[in-house]
């Protein structure tokens, strides 16, 4: 248990699945040598991070939750509120990574906490869009009212988002990081693109394969390699359809779940790395942190504000509109040219940037100014 000379301080997520919010959240506890809470099912954790958990020696406390709604872990037992706030009333500060709609809200209630805000949330479901922004213009910005300090992954986010633009004030950029010593650039640049993430309809992985299409039929050796777990299994037959539809089953690979560690493999010897988002559910993208610190380029939509930063300041690669296939694949045929040129680039800016020990300092830097606000 981390004690600082102010008191004790525990991390809070969700965790309806294995992403980047839960990625991020566990490294920074183990950074920081602080105790977790995870929300969620247990079962859901892979084996090399539940490895890396136990390697880095910090109390995990699970919440097992009952069901998954909208991708949400919910908690239906009202005692359990009161149980879980009063276990939390020990610490002297909260590191809460949200949104977590409802369940978060609740148990946050009286505490005093750091909320670190990940992604606007939108919804494909017209209804289930409506009940979100009813969420987040009533529970969600009374919780993000009481917070000590906002944090998010950059400051484009604070400018674009809708939610943040009315908090910050309160708000603080707390970059994402990477362990650079273990990330060695190959400089390899095989004739493959490479997608890494959850495969849902919010990645546009649908317009990838259409871009993918187009460029293929002018670098007809190029492979696109989909790495990640189809949690929409709709939508995954969909993009196997895709496939099937253009001929392009023995040019597009469909890997499934990886471990960090061969997924890594793979995208070290990409020619570029792809984000094509369509929603700010992805407020950065920690793969492309991971693919510039592989010294491979980067191609992203310029919706998602963390990418948008990364590749304006790193000059790392190209950013394209959301759902324009044809951009996207004027993009893939300019990267590939100069892959070393660009990839070289976000390999020194994530250096600079986003090395663990700039994050650990930053983060440090907010908790202790957290404690001191009354």
């Not at 070290?268 to 790395?273: I, P």
Request: with cysteine; charged share 25%; aromatic share 10%.
């Amino acid at each position: 248990m981390k004690k600082t000379n102010y008191g004790h301080i525990l991390a809070l997520a969700p965790f309806p699945y294995y992403g980047g919010l839960q990625e991020y959240a566990i490294e920074l506890a183990c950074r920081l040598r602080m105790p977790i809470m995870l929300v969620g099912n247990p079962n859901s954790m892979p084996n090399d991070v539940a490895y890396r958990i136990e390697k880095c020696n910090v109390e995990t406390i699970w919440i097992r939750t009952e069901k998954v709604l909208f991708r949400v872990p919910m908690l239906f037992k009202l005692s359990l509120y009161e149980q879980i706030r009063k276990f939390l009333k020990q610490y002297s500060l909260v590191h809460f990574h949200g949104p977590y709609p409802l369940v978060g809200d609740i148990i946050l209630r009286k505490l005093k906490y750091i909320f670190t805000y990940h992604f606007d949330i939108a919804l494909r479901n017209a209804v289930a869009n409506l009940v979100a922004k009813l969420y987040t213009s009533t529970l969600l910005y009374k919780t993000l009212r009481h917070a000590k300090v906002i944090t998010s992954s950059s400051k484009y986010f604070v400018q674009d988002s809708p939610v943040l633009r009315k908090f910050r004030y309160k708000s603080k950029v707390l970059p994402l990081g990477i362990d650079i010593e273990k990330y060695i650039p190959r400089f390899k640049y095989a004739e493959k693109i490479v997608f890494m993430g959850r495969l849902i309809p919010e990645k546009g992985i649908h317009v990838l394969i259409e871009a993918f299409r187009i460029f293929s039929q002018r670098n007809p050796e190029y492979k696109l390699i989909i790495i990640g777990k189809p949690v929409d299994i709709g939508y995954w037959k969909h993009l196997m359809s895709l496939v099937k539809k253009y001929n392009l089953n023995d040019k597009v690979v469909f890997t499934g779940y990886l471990s960090k560690d061969k997924a890594l493999q793979i995208l070290s010897e990409s020619s570029a790395c792809v984000l094509p988002s369509l929603s700010r559910l992805d407020s950065f993208g920690i793969v492309l942190l991971e693919a510039s610190a592989l010294a491979i380029p980067v191609i992203a939509t310029n919706i998602i504000p963390g990418a948008r930063e990364l590749v304006e300041n790193a000059h790392n690669g190209l950013l394209v509109r959301p759902n324009d296939a044809k951009d996207l694949a004027r993009a893939l045929e300019e990267i590939v040219k100069n892959s070393q040129v660009y990839g070289l680039r976000g390999r020194h800016y994530v250096v600079q940037h986003h090395s663990w020990e700039v994050v650990v300092a930053k983060a440090e830097q907010i908790v202790r100014e957290a404690l001191e606000i009354s």
